[in-house]
């Protein structure tokens, strides 16, 4: 490993072991609830795009707020894996302008470590291995964790353990599940939605102060919030006949 991949990676260990103490217990793993931490940060928004490659971005507005896009098209494992990478962006050490140093890499060993906190990682792995084969005790481990597979493999090799013949493709492991007889997890489905939540709320506001009207903001919240956006329609609907009832 070059130098300077082995200076990302060990500044996202660090800053990741200082982050989980301040947020969470690191003797648990903190799954879904990624998602939650990453709300508190930043703007966060679920968008679905039906493209294999992306899985979310990190935008910073010239007001300094922060927003955080997940494509909900991705299983719920990889999304989740996705919300801690991006936390990264986040980070005072996201705005390090340092020759050399790969901020991408550093996101995902700090997902990783985030993720996967070493000591509890090494704990589970140690008991999984005794009772099953490698296979196996990365995928229940996997499930646990809820991050993919392919990240357990990597964090495991980083962690010191040696394997060889192992995929490093999410497609791959889903199969091997198959064919170990291992029930099938919602991690590996999509959970499509869309939300943007502090959108929604502008809107809702501008709406109350009278700055636009119900069929104005139906429309802009067609896509995130179609419920709120067919109560506001039917809502007009019900005061213009009101009104023409009236007249």
């Known amino acids: 490993m070059k130098p300077s991949a082995r200076i990302a990676e060990d500044t996202a260990e660090a800053f990741a072991a200082d982050f989980l103490e301040r947020v969470i217990d690191s ?7 990624i998602e939650q931490v990453l709300a508190k940060r930043a703007n966060l928004i679920f968008q679905y795009v039906e493209d294999d490659t992306y899985y979310g971005v990190a935008i910073k507005h010239m007001s300094g707020e922060a927003f955080i896009a997940l494509n909900s098209y991705q299983p719920l494992r990889m999304r989740y894996f996705t919300a801690a990478h991006e936390l990264w962006h986040l980070s ?3 705005k390090w302008q340092i020759d050399g140093f790969d901020h991408e890499r550093a996101a995902d060993r700090f997902a990783a470590a985030i993720m996967l906190p070493k000591s509890m990682t090494k704990e589970i792995w140690e008991k999984l291995k005794d009772n099953h084969d490698t296979k196996t005790a ?3 481990l996997a499930d646990m964790a809820q991050v993919p597979y392919v990240a357990v493999v990597r964090r495991l090799r980083e962690l010191h353990y040696r394997f060889s013949d192992l995929s490093e493709l999410e497609s791959d492991w889903r199969e091997e599940r198959k064919h170990l ?3 099938p997890s919602p991690l590996d489905q999509a959970q499509r939605f869309e939300s943007f939540s502090a ?3 502008v809107v809702v506001k501008a709406v109350e102060e009278e700055r636009l009207t119900r069929l104005s903001a139906a429309n ?3 896509v995130y919030r179609p419920d709120l956006a067919r109560a506001l329609q039917e809502d007009e609907i019900s005061r213009l006949q009101e ?3 009236d007249d």
């Open 27 to 33: 003797h648990v793993f903190i799954g879904a609830y």
């Open 181 to 183: 007889g291992i029930a």
């Open 199 to 201: 959108y929604e709320q």
């Open 138 to 140: 990365i995928i229940y």
């Open 220 to 222: 802009k919240l067609s």
């Open 92 to 94: 005072e050490a996201s």
């Open 243 to 245: 009104d023409a009832t």
